[in-house]
């Protein structure tokens, strides 16, 4: 095992000494979990090995002006003049960052240290999520959001992560979300890098919801496309708490998404949905759980994949129903379009259910684009190129018309077309 | 306009047409009726194109070119427009913008400018008054969710948009109550003219008397096997097929 985790033990931990001792507990955790290996079921389809053994620097210093001002000039275009928190390799900077909406606040990790430590650094299991036992070790400048009870903001604020050009980074940002009792907030997390060089982010981002809270969040993954991406999403939500999560993959050569939702009290609710392009030589992975733990609890989750020629995706949607959790209703979809020949999916529904009244029901779809849509659009004048597009776009949008922001919606439309088109131009 | 002469095709090994001949002048309508099975419905799928089907002798000519070395697309553009029998339900393709898609996509073929946003909604309301079309046409996705009626009304519409030198209609009528029926023929009478062709395929005489043909064709094993004017088609209201078939056998 060693053998795959090159000297992470030795290398100097960030931060000041009195984080120290959660750092080195996280270490000690990831080396008796050990690194995600292929023949371990959770790992089966995507392998992790060349990410332990590039040699990254999991630690970055943080950015300079350099950096930062590479950074600057990338947020306009991603955020216009909302409110926004951003990070570079993995370290927030409040000088890049706005003023938030009253009602909401954003602390220093750092600073907060001792009750991140108590409250929230070790609630992931680091068997099942080995690589946030990474980040808990190595995160620095880490955010903690706080949406007061009953706050409201208008508009959405954004997340952004921003990697620089600098070479061979890993990093680690940590992001906590608490959303108070009744808080309603819309978050959109944009991924993006300043290079195309090969790096690496690992992020990790908590949230705890309230009872009656709603949280949108949403995340546009546009890396560069020798990036490598690994997150965990884990969310734990409270009585009557809404939570929207969508998740767009565009970006990425090796990308792994674990998300984890715990509906943990009477009657809390999820909507999960994802879309992942993967063109030529692209992995993109969403393995995702979601936990009802107690009676009437909701959870509709669909994930679309669009694998180009060389692509490869992979979808794990498990649901799990505890024993006390009656009436609960479940429901999930994963439907994926294949491009090309070499087009690869891999996906598996898991449902584990020991409560006997429940509505659960899940369904897959693996196909090409159907024969007389494409003929229907061709008798209309529009040549097979462009027919073919508007179907894969449509199949696309079916899933985009979930983003309730409608700006963002727009937005990703466009994106996502444009995206399908450059997939188009490198297959032919 | 349209000149088939001798065509065969194919689905599999199943030979549906066989030696099928039919001349249809510019500005006259056509009808063919005939018996289930009989290969009205791959006649029409073979005049616009659809690849499932495999012509394997004969040629069709249209305004004197060869129709058949042209994909669909071309055949549109051309001209050539099918109101189909089952019109598709395309899920996440917007109404709308299908028609304008498909109008500029004829416009550029004709060396015209793409019609704008604002011509097109002028023009489109047009066409939707004719036949009857509710507002929400425009922006709900291509056939999802549209009755059966609302569907062919939908077929309708785009050929009043695309306006076609030659309209294939396969069984329009089916489906529909008699109100429907008149709110289409309606509209599709409106594109009659000098210089465009129809060929009107049913099943029954009843669209016949409100689209009233120049000729009435009998389609049967394959082959047209009697060719009349509209008093054949109203004798086949009462008579039936049967009489005809067997003296295609014969």
Known sequence: MTATLPSLADRPLPGA??????????????AAAGWPQRRRERWRYTDLEPLAQAGFNVAPAAPGDAELQTAAAMLESLTGSAPRLVFVDGHFSRQLSGALPSGLEALDL??????????????????????????????????????????????????????????QLAAQPRVLLEIGEGARLTL????????????????????????????????????????????????????????????????GRL???????????????????????????????????????????????????????????????????????????????????????????????????????????????????????????RARGLNADDARQILTTAFAASVLERVRDEPLRTRLLDLVAARLGALKEKVA | MLT????HARVGDREILKGLSLHVPAGEVHAIMGPNGSGKSTLAQVLAGREDYEV?????????QDLLALPPEERARAGVFLAFQYPIEIPGV??????????????????????????????????????????????????????????KRNEILQMLLLEPKLAVLDETDSGLDVDAMRIISHGVNSLRSADRSMLVVTHYERLLELIVPDRVHVLAGG????????????????????????????
């Open chain 1, 17 to 30: 000494g009195a984080t120290w001792p959660r750092r080195r507990t996280a270490l000690a955790e990831l």
């Open chain 2, 56 to 64: 394997t002798a004969g040629r069709v000519l249209y305004q004197g």
């Open chain 2, 94 to 151: 917007n109404n709308a913008y299908l028609l304008k898609t498909a109008l500029n996509a004829q416009r550029q073929a004709h060396g015209l400018q793409p019609m704008d946003a604002f011509e097109f909604m002028k023009l489109i309301k047009t066409k939707m008054e004719l036949v009857h079309a509710p507002k929400d046409f425009l922006s709900r996705n291509v056939n999802q969710g549209f009755s059966g009626g609302e569907k």
């Open chain 1, 110 to 167: 750092d600073a907060e240290w001792g009750k991140f430590d108590s409250g929230w650094a070790g609630s992931i299991p680091t068997t099942e999520h080995p690589l946030a036992a990474l980040n808990t070790a190595f995160n620095q400048r880490g955010l903690w959001v706080r949406a007061h009870a009953g706050a409201e903001p208008l508009q959405p604020v954004h997340v952004v992560h921003i990697g620089s050009h600098r070479p």
């Open chain 2, 223 to 250: 082959r047209i096997v009697k060719s009349g004017d509209r008093e054949l088609a109203r004798e086949l209201d009462q008579r039936g097929y049967d009489w005809l078939q067997t003296g295609a056998k014969a």
């Open chain 1, 255 to 377: 990308v792994r998404n674990d998300i984890d939702i715990a509906l943990r009290e009477r009657g809390a609710r999820v909507e999960l949905f994802g879309l992942f392009v993967a063109g030529a030589g692209q992995h993109l992975d969403n393995h995702t759980t979601i936990v009802h733990a107690a009676p009437e609890t909701h959870s509709d989750e669909a994930f679309r994949g669009i694998i180009g020629d060389h692509g490869r995706g992979v979808f794990n949607g498990k649901v799990v129903v505890r024993p006390k959790a009656q009436r609960i209703d479940a429901r999930q979809s994963n439907d994926n379009l294949l491009l090309g020949s070499h087009a690869e999916i891999d996906t598996k529904p898991e449902l584990e259910i020991y409560a006997d009244d429940v509505k659960c029901s899940h369904g897959t779809t693996v196909g090409e684009l159907d024969e007389d849509h494409l003929f229907y659009l």
């Open chain 2, 4 to 7: 088939i002469e001798n065509l």
């Open chain 1, 188 to 251: 959109i997390e944009h991924i993006v890098d300043a290079g195309t060089g090969a790096g690496w982010l690992n992020v990790v981002t908590q949230v705890r919801q309230g009872a009656r809270s709603q949280l949108d969040l949403y995340r546009l993954q546009q890396h560069g496309e020798q990036q490598a991406h690994t997150s965990l999403l884990a969310a734990e939500l409270a009585a009557d708490a809404e939570l929207r999560v969508g998740y767009i993959d565009l970006g």
